[in-house]
C-alpha cells in the first residue's frame, strides 16, 4: 500500500510563501494523481487542488491566485506553495492520492491519505 | 465556499442505525458520482465509499452509500463505539471546476 508523507516548516509569518512537500513510498505510483487539502482548526475539509500525472494543476478558485503545485517524479514527490498567507491559512495540510475518470459519470476521489501536517501562520 | 449541507450532527444508541444525508445541486450531485469520508479526532480522512455506492477496501460493510437526484445519503448500521466520529460527503463540481466537501456530520453514540 503506497504511504504519503507531508512535510515543511510548522510556523510561517504573514504575508510570506507557504511550501510543502509531499513524499510517496511507491515510486511505481508515478502514473497517479495527486491532491492538496487543508483543514483549518475546529473546521471542515477544504479542497486546495488537484495535481495530473502529467503535472497538469487545478486549483480552488478561491485559492488559484496564490496557489502553485508541482510534480517531480524523479523524487516521488509532489509540492505545494501558497503565497501572501495570513491568519486565515492556518492549518492542517494533507496530501492524498487522487482516482478519477470516466465520461458521463465523472468520478473522483481520493483513495490514500497522508497524516497531515500542521501549519501557522502567524509573526 | 461548501454547496454541500449536512446535518451538523446524529447520535444512536449501540447496535442501531443511523443515516446521514448530504444535500447538492445539478452541478455537483447531480452530475458526478459522490464519496464519503470518515475522520476520527486528530486523525486523516479515510475513503469510506466512493462512485456513490461502492465500499472502499478494507471498510466494514455496516457502511453503505446511496444517491438519488441531488441528494446522497450515507448509512451506518450496528452502530459501534469506534463509528464516533467526522463524516464528510464530497463530490466534484463542474460549475467551480472543483471538488467540494460537506459540511459534516459528527457521529456520536449513545
Known amino acids: 500500500q503506497v504511504q504519503l508523507q507531508e512535510s515543511g516548516p510548522g510556523l510561517v509569518k504573514p504575508s510570506e510563501t507557504l511550501s510543502l512537500t509531499c513524499t510517496v513510498s511507491d515510486a511505481s505510483s508515478s502514473a497517479s494523481s495527486w491532491s492538496w487539502i487543508r483543514q483549518p482548526p475546529g473546521k471542515g475539509l477544504e479542497w486546495v487542488g488537484y495535481?495530473?500525472?502529467?503535472?497538469?494543476?487545478t486549483y480552488n478558485p478561491s485559492l488559484k491566485s496564490r496557489v502553485t503545485m508541482s510534480l517531480d517524479t524523479s523524487k516521488s514527490q509532489f509540492s505545494l506553495r501558497l503565497s501572501s498567507v495570513t491568519a486565515a491559512d492556518t492549518a492542517v495540510y494533507y496530501c492524498?492520492?487522487?482516482?478519477?475518470?470516466?465520461?458521463?459519470?465523472?468520478?473522483?476521489?481520493?483513495?490514500?491519505w497522508g497524516t497531515g501536517t500542521a501549519v501557522t501562520v502567524s509573526s | 465556499q461548501s454547496m454541500l449541507t449536512q446535518p451538523p450532527s446524529v447520535s444512536e444508541a449501540p447496535r442501531q442505525r443511523v443515516t446521514i444525508s448530504c444535500s447538492g445541486s445539478s452541478s455537483n450531485i447531480g452530475d458526478n458520482t459522490v464519496n464519503w469520508y470518515q475522520q476520527v479526532p486528530g486523525k486523516a480522512p479515510k475513503l469510506l465509499i466512493y462512485y456513490d455506492d461502492l465500499l472502499a477496501s478494507g471498510v466494514s460493510d455496516r457502511f453503505s452509500g446511496s444517491k438519488s437526484g441531488t441528494s446522497a445519503s450515507l448509512a451506518i448500521s450496528g452502530l459501534q463505539s469506534e463509528d464516533e466520529a467526522d463524516y464528510y460527503c464530497?463530490?466534484?463540481?463542474?460549475?467551480?471546476?472543483?471538488?467540494?466537501f460537506g459540511t459534516g456530520t459528527k457521529v456520536t453514540v449513545l
Open positions: 492524498a492520492r487522487v482516482k478519477s475518470g470516466g465520461g458521463v459519470d465523472f468520478y473522483y476521489y481520493m483513495d490514500v
Open positions: 464530497a463530490a466534484w463540481d463542474d460549475s467551480l471546476n472543483g471538488y467540494v
Open positions: 495535481l495530473s500525472y502529467s503535472g497538469r494543476a
